[in-house]
């Protein structure tokens, strides 16, 4: 028996996610390929769509943050309980589970 275990974690790009990265490209903020979703889908990545439920939550969420996506995202990764990859430390105030990223 292996004193290792294998795990697994399912990773999810936000529809918020690519909305924002979309909007950034066609302004020339932000170099993607041409064909984002097909970028996602060969990383094997998951989608995660927007439901009434985030859009709801969304909108209670305290004013911390003043990014439309941002508060979106947070709402989803609280309704979900999922871990949101961030380097915003203001996600913090929101008690949401983060892994920080560096720029």
């Known amino acids: 028996m292996s004193k290792f275990q294998i795990l ?8 918020v996610s690519v909305w924002e990265i979309e909007i950034k490209r066609k302004k020339g ?3 993607t390929p041409e064909n984002l979703l097909q970028a996602i889908i060969d990383t094997q990545f998951s989608f995660l ?3 009434e439920h ?4 969304a ?3 305290p004013k911390h943050h003043k990014d439309p996506f941002d508060r979106l ?3 989803q990764a609280i309704l979900e309980k999922m871990v949101i990859i961030t380097s915003d430390t203001q996600f913090l105030k929101y008690g949401v589970a983060v892994l920080f990223a560096t720029k």
């Not at 697994?8 to 529809?15: D, R």
Request: glycine share 0%; proline share 0%.
């Open 8 to 15: 697994q974690i399912k990773v999810f790009v936000s529809a």
């Open 49 to 51: 769509s927007i439901t």
């Open 54 to 57: 985030h859009a709801v939550k």
């Open 59 to 61: 909108a209670s969420l």
């Open 73 to 75: 995202l947070i709402a």
């Open 29 to 31: 903020q932000l170099k």
